[in-house]
């Protein structure tokens, strides 16, 4: 606990000490960096050090604030949402470091280390804060935190725009939050997390109200589809370990927040698993449509948040499954697999985000039809984006595949073991997870085969360079990170048994039998996947041998008897999306601009097309005019009169006085 | 065995959904027509056999010859060999389809009045056959696909009833038929009507007939 | 787990797979009236592929090199998992059959990887289409896969296939059936035959899975020909399974079943090339969403 709170006070006295020398580029850029950088370091050891013992620690102390208490607690749950929290902060401290010492960034270092620390701070103090005014503080700093950091480079007009957007859905997130904690205290009768942990009984018919506005409140931040639609805009906004830090951790609190309440609430049904499994499943599945859709990597990415959120989902679903019907193996499964993908999320998806800093940095451009063949000139970049890109597809044998596994698993033992009521949604949870898993393979090939393959499309392109060291070795350290907990499979059920043990209230003899069954599976998958390799291995030996000796030429590639192909020539991003963007145009409309070139010697021609999110232009869009348009009717109270504001609030407080008197 | 008969019911909802060749989609609904025939037969007869027998008979008469035969001499004459242009894609169509079949045997779990002497299959593969037509009727531009659509929608009908068969008293079995069969001649004389004095039979361009 | 007699079928499957492709193109040409090629001529074609040097173009990178090592070494692990019919697989445990596929599924996201790498547009293409037959066929498998388990109660592929003779006694035949049809679909889609993919097509423009591996040659293509016979071979195996739910308890006998039931469909394959023709491109994905409505009758037939 004490390295937590020491862990704290570096982060906020760094930052404010990066911004109060905010005049020198190096001291600040030293200062953030060393603050964020050795805070995680001393942090991670604490949460590390919990996870190991298992024991909780905690600090509990009074404070002025009506209901308001500082009571702070690290339990293995908030231990285990933390490693990715101190991982990433860490890595991303050095990668942006580095990221920003451009000249142009130099006026704003002061103010981005500020907040980068301050964001670090409020997501452990969200994580392990016990009241909930404490919690709502630090989740309101974590928002603006990050909102003046998505508006880093606020001249742009489309960084604007994405800040309002994310600044009014994570205050809507937040207000039904604010609902969520009032009312849940009322029934409890203390705002202390502890209290609502023996609040179960009490809180009776309630419980899927309760779940209900968790979900909302929670999802707004987790990203969770209709409410998604902040998470394209400010991804590509930030600059890229910002985008690393918020898509990694920062929505996993989201994630945090609806497994903690499921904690709280007593007796799940197999409707919430329901509830869970369809948005899970709606998430995933259009999430990956859209980034499908995408020409612009962060987006694609940003999309991809959507879609991983949507397994989490699922995983939490097949868990909640589990309890509903009393079946501890789902449970284990469906909660592990769910969790560990949070763990794994966050490194592939910080992993991705920096390689598109990397690209951005080297080549100038996201867009990927002015990218290709990135991988000759950027061969770290390059190699360590496929490595992310095979890990978020869910393949073998990295660490996407272990946790996709497990909930597969689960859902499997469900399909087996259950009656038809209950077996329906892990089967929606199989085939929801299978099409996002064939969506995913066609979307990560896109996305790396046209930036990093290929021949270059564009004159950034083709003079792309390879990033510093400094922004190379942290995706080196996460691309590590994804083999080994590929590679250590069967090891993480032992890391993941005391947080299961407390989302979930079973007899631990269950627990260990459950956890004995997938342990030996997951070795063995290990074995088949190092056999796998061999086999690799040995193939490669076999073509090496076979060729040496004999003719080997290098040409060009088969350009079917045209002499004169160009690199634009190329299958492109969205020609490669099309077929299957086709089929579902019902759902994701591509609007289409064309001009058809005119007469025997055309001179010009174009094609373009776009993806506007679909939620945000059918359902949002329209709902914000709606309530402009009613809100426009009080317009008359603003007249811009000092005067008449005063008497407002006369009236107000003497109204007050009045109703209280009463 | 009636599993295997209920099953190839599905199948065939699913291939009139999926079409959209007029000539494929009569066929379909005609062979429709011929397994439900046969359901009665191979259900449990008991002491009901001569009148179920007769009532099999009918149906494969009308519902497997006389109406495909009336049906695709309409298509004929009228020109309308395709659905060209739904309103749901045919593809989308086997979508809807899916989710229909899902809630339609969701529905029939659910129906309290079901015991389990009745096949629950039944239920659920008629309310889903009903369903297919409805979705037809609204999504398909031509005349004679919504024909269809009725003819689809009734042998769902029908399938509830042989369900039944045991409280449905064959008079009105047969008046089912008999409704069927005169709605579809009169719906024919109409299709021919409108083709001839519009050069082709859209419903959706009815509409410009209104002042 | 995995005792040395099991490796058997195992080597056996590796000797024999390329048989499979020599018999569906002895079909073809018996069924068009021609005499047709050596029944072995798969193998010589490896033969002969594999003594040639090779050929590499000057924008691939080492990803369009371990295309078909990758891709061959998955479809090689898979194989250990996949049971004949009745008679054990070399490893089986509980939801081997998801490792299965996404070892089928990392394969397939390098040979991708290795089309997009020749910058060509054509294999541009033809990857385009793989991708999404591939995403459209994963759900259907599941489906197949879940309807199985539902059937037998079993977590593996091998116990699966050793309940399959008894649930033919049972009252699920209607879902047997189904089943049936589905896994052939499949088999047709995932190995690239007619109706969906013309092997033998002379046109870039309309190959699917071949115009992908238009630049790989010398060892490079016999590996990848190699691969698409195992990956026959699977399908095969795993549809074998349902046709002939043989379950005597004699390893040689259930083993003999299985073959005859292997080179059954291979026969019924080259049958089906030869009555068929190709598919328009935009009906593939029409046909495959009818398999789904199928897929989700099966389940449906499961729930009851």
């Known amino acids: 606990m004490i390295l937590i709170l020491l862990c704290l006070a570096i982060c906020t006295v760094a930052g404010i000490g990066a911004w109060l020398t905010r005049r020198s580029p190096k001291l600040t850029s030293a200062l953030g960096q060393g603050g964020a950088v050795s805070g995680a370091a001393l942090g991670m050891v604490g949460a590390i050090s919990v996870m190991a013992s298992g024991i909780p620690e905690g600090l509990r102390c009074s404070w002025s604030v009506p209901f308001g208490s500082c009571s702070i607690e690290l339990d293995a749950l908030s231990a285990f949402f933390l490693l990715p929290v101190f991982l990433l902060t860490g890595l991303a401290a050095v990668y942006g470091a580095r990221y920003l010492s451009q000249p142009k960034y130099a006026s704003r270092l002061g103010s981005h280390w500020l907040f980068f620390n301050l964001l670090s701070a409020s997501m452990v103090v969200v994580i392990v804060a016990r009241n909930a005014i404490l919690f709502l503080m630090a989740w309101e700093i974590m928002a603006l935190a990050s909102f003046f950091l998505v508006t880093l480079e606020h001249e742009r007009e489309s960084v604007q725009r994405a800040g309002w957007i994310y600044l009014i859905s994570t205050h809507l997130g937040t207000a039904v939050l604010f609902f969520f904690f009032i009312l849940l205290g009322s029934k409890s009768g203390s705002l202390d997390f502890d209290s609502f942990q023996s609040a179960g009984e009490v809180i009776g018919p309630q419980a899927t109200l309760l779940f209900i506005l968790a979900l909302i409140g929670f999802g707004t931040k987790a990203g969770i589809v209709p409410v998604h639609v902040w998470l394209p805009e400010a991804h590509p906004a930030a600059p890229s370990h910002i985008s690393a830090l918020m898509s990694g951790v920062m929505i996993k609190t989201g994630i945090y927040g609806i497994v903690r309440t499921l904690i709280w609430l007593d007796n799940p049904s197999v409707e919430w698993a329901l509830t869970l499994i369809g948005i899970g499943g709606v998430s995933g599945v259009l999430g990956v449509l859209l980034a499908l859709a995408q020409h612009d990597l962060k987006r694609l990415l940003a999309y991809h948040s959507v879609e991983n959120i949507g397994i989490i989902f699922l995983g939490l679903g097949v868990g909640v499954l589990g ?139 083709s003079e792309a360079h390879e990033s510093a060291a400094a922004m190379r070795w942290p995706m080196v350290v996460l691309a590590a990170l994804c083999v080994l907990i590929g590679i250590l499979a069967p090891l993480s059920p032992v890391m993941l048994r005391p947080v299961i043990l407390q989302v979930a209230p079973l007899a631990a003899l269950l627990v260990s039998d459950s956890m004995a069954q997938i342990q030996t599976t997951l070795a063995v998958i290990v074995g088949v996947m190092l056999l796998c390799a061999l086999l690799a291995a040995l193939l490669l030996w076999r073509r090496r041998t076979k060729l040496t000796g004999r003719a080997r030429a290098d040409a060009v590639t088969w350009d079917c008897g045209y002499a004169a192909p160009t690199a634009r020539m190329q299958y492109t991003a969205a020609s490669f999306a099309q077929p299957i963007l086709r089929l579902v145009a019902g759902i994701v409309r591509l609007p289409k601009r064309f001009t058809q070139p005119k007469g025997y010697f055309p001179s010009a021609g174009s094609f373009s097309t776009e993806t506007p999110d679909v939620v945000e232009r059918e359902a949002w869009a329209p709902a914000f005019r709606i309530v402009e348009r009613v809100l426009m009717r009080f317009r008359w109270i603003q007249t811009g009169s000092i005067h008449l504001y005063i008497l407002y609030m006369a009236i107000t407080l003497i109204v007050l006085l009045i109703w209280k008197l009463w | 065995m009636q599993d295997l ?114 096949p629950k299959m039944a239920v659920a593969v008629s309310l889903f056959i009903v369903l297919v037509g409805f979705f037809v009727i609204i999504s398909r531009r031509k005349a004679l696909s919504q024909v269809l659509g009725y003819l689809v929608m009734e042998n769902g009908v029908y399938i509830f009833g042989v369900a039944f068969a045991v409280d449905v008293p064959w008079l009105v079995e047969l008046g089912v038929l008999l409704d069927v069969f005169v709605a579809v001649f009169v719906m024919g004389i109409v299709i021919f009507h409108i083709s001839k004095s519009f050069d082709h039979i859209d419903t959706d361009q009815l509409s410009s007939l209104t002042g | 787990m995995l005792n040395l007699p099991s490796l058997i079928p195992f080597l056996i499957a590796l000797g024999t797979a390329p048989l499979l492709l020599g018999v569906i193109q002895r079909t073809k040409a018996i069924t068009a009236g021609r005499q047709g090629q050596p029944i072995l001529q798969p193998y010589f074609d490896l033969s002969k592929l594999l003594r040639k040097g090779a050929v590499y173009s000057r924008t691939t990178t080492w990803v369009f090199r371990a295309g078909p090592l990758l891709s061959l070494a998955g479809l090689g692990t898979a194989l250990l998992m996949v049971p004949w019919g009745s008679v054990p697989a070399t490893i089986a445990f509980s939801g081997d059959f998801v490792l299965v596929l996404y070892l089928l599924a990392l394969g397939r996201f390098f040979t991708i990887a290795a089309a997009l790498d020749t910058g060509s547009s054509f294999e541009g293409m033809g990857a385009s289409r793989e991708a999404l037959f591939a995403a459209l066929t994963e759900p259907i498998v599941f489906a197949v896969l879940i309807t199985l388990v539902r059937l037998t109660g079993e977590m593996s592929l091998t116990n699966m296939y050793q309940q399959m003779s008894l649930i033919l006694r049972s009252a699920s035949g209607a879902a047997l059936i189904l089943l049936i049809v589905i896994m052939f679909v499949i088999l047709l889609t995932e190995n690239s035959r007619i109706p969906v993919d013309d092997p033998t097509t002379h046109l870039e423009l309309t190959m699917i899975h071949e115009v992908m591996v238009l630049d790989h040659g010398g060892p490079d293509l016999a590996f990848i020909l190699y691969g698409s016979a195992l990956k026959l071979w699977i399908f095969s195996a795993l549809l074998a399974g349902l046709i002939l739910p043989v379950y005597t308890g004699n390893l040689l006998l259930d083993g003999l079943a299985f073959l005859s039931g292997m080179f059954g469909i291979s026969v019924a394959v080259g049958v089906v090339e030869s009555v068929m023709a190709r598919l328009r491109l935009l009906l593939v994905p029409h046909m495959l969403i009818g398999t789904t409505a199928i897929a989700a009758v099966c389940i449906y037939l499961t729930l009851g």
Not at chain 1, 361 to 371: D, F, I, M, Q, R
Not at chain 2, 29 to 53: C, E, H, K, M
Not at chain 2, 76 to 81: F, G, I
């Open chain 2, 5 to 118: 008969l209920f099953v190839l019911l599905i199948l065939t909802g699913f291939v009139f959904l999926g079409s959209g060749r007029m000539q494929f989609g009569i066929r379909t609904v005609a062979l429709q027509g011929i397994l439900l025939g046969l359901i009665p037969l191979l259900g449990n007869l008991q002491d009901l056999w001569a009148r179920l027998t007769a009532l099999a008979v009918l149906s494969l008469a009308i519902k497997g010859m006389v109406l495909p035969y009336f049906l695709t001499r309409a298509m004929h004459k009228s020109k309308a060999l395709h659905e060209d242009n739904p309103f749901v894609g045919f593809t989308a169509s086997m979508v809807v389809g899916i989710i229909c079949l899902g809630g339609s045997f969701w529905i029939a779990s659910r129906l309290p009045f079901i015991d389990s002497s009745q």
């Open chain 1, 323 to 461: 309890q509903a019907t009393g079946t501890p193996i789902l449970t284990v499964l469906g909660y592990g697999g769910g969790l560990l993908h949070v763990l794994n999320h966050s490194i592939f998806k910080a992993l991705l985000f920096l390689g598109a800093g990397n690209v951005l940095h080297g080549a100038h451009t996201l867009n990927l039809e002015n990218t290709g063949g990135l991988l000759k000139r950027m061969p770290w970049t390059g190699t360590m984006f496929l490595v992310g890109a095979v890990a978020i597809c869910g393949l073998p044998p990295l660490n996407g595949f272990v946790s996709e596994f497990m909930i597969y698993a689960g859902a499997f033992h469900a399909v087996q073991s259950l009656d038809a009521f209950a077996a329906i949604p892990s089967i929606l949870a199989i085939l929801a997870l299978a099409l996002i898993g064939g969506l995913a393979v066609a979307c990560f090939t896109k996305a790396f085969g046209i930036i990093f393959l290929g021949q270059p499309r564009s004159q950034h392109a």
